[in-house]
């Protein structure tokens, strides 16, 4: 929830410390490439799940003193790899028959973004991108959409089941 919610790197995710979060002014202070500093807001629903986790969970699994807001089994920093374990064991669960992966939901957090309205320099920024042009990717999808939007409801669009008489 916390990564679909922020579009956060897995890398950026599996470092985070629990002073990088913030929840009573919902955002989450971010360390990128770089070594480059940005502020990505929380969302409500991984802000109430966030607060649930601190409070009731992360105690009960910490195995030795650690400031990492997640870790493995053994009280280590998550690696990619075991991040993305558990994600495919979270999917496993659902009906969700498509492959996902971490990047599928930082793709999916930004394609929902534009096609809600956000303009693209914003999402740059939630992103933590140098470069618009990285962004710009994600504009196919939305471009896409439009098409079949214009498809779907223009009047002069022949579509399947119409026959011209």
Request: aromatic residues 8%; proline residues 2%; hydrophobic residues 35%.
């Amino acid at each position: 929830e916390l990564m679909y919610a922020t579009g956060l790197r897995v890398s950026e995710l599996i470092n985070l410390n629990v002073s990088s979060i913030n929840l009573y002014m919902g955002y989450i202070k971010v360390i990128g490439k770089g070594d480059k500093e940005r502020i990505v807001p929380i969302g409500e629903i991984a802000k109430i799940i966030l607060e649930i986790y601190l409070n009731q969970y992360r105690d009960k699994f910490i195995k030795k003193e650690s400031s990492l807001l997640f870790f493995n089994n053994h009280g280590n920093k998550l690696s990619r790899e075991e991040f993305y374990i558990i994600l495919k064991q979270v999917i496993n669960k659902t009906s969700i028959n498509k492959k996902i992966s971490p990047h599928t939901i930082r793709h999916s957090f930004a394609t929902h973004l534009l096609e809600n309205g956000a303009d693209l320099r914003s999402i740059q920024e939630l992103l933590g991108h140098s470069d618009i042009s990285t962004t710009t990717i994600y504009t196919h999808i939305s471009n896409q959409k439009i098409k079949n939007e214009y498809q779907q409801f223009h009047p002069r669009m022949k579509k399947k089941d119409d026959s011209i008489e």
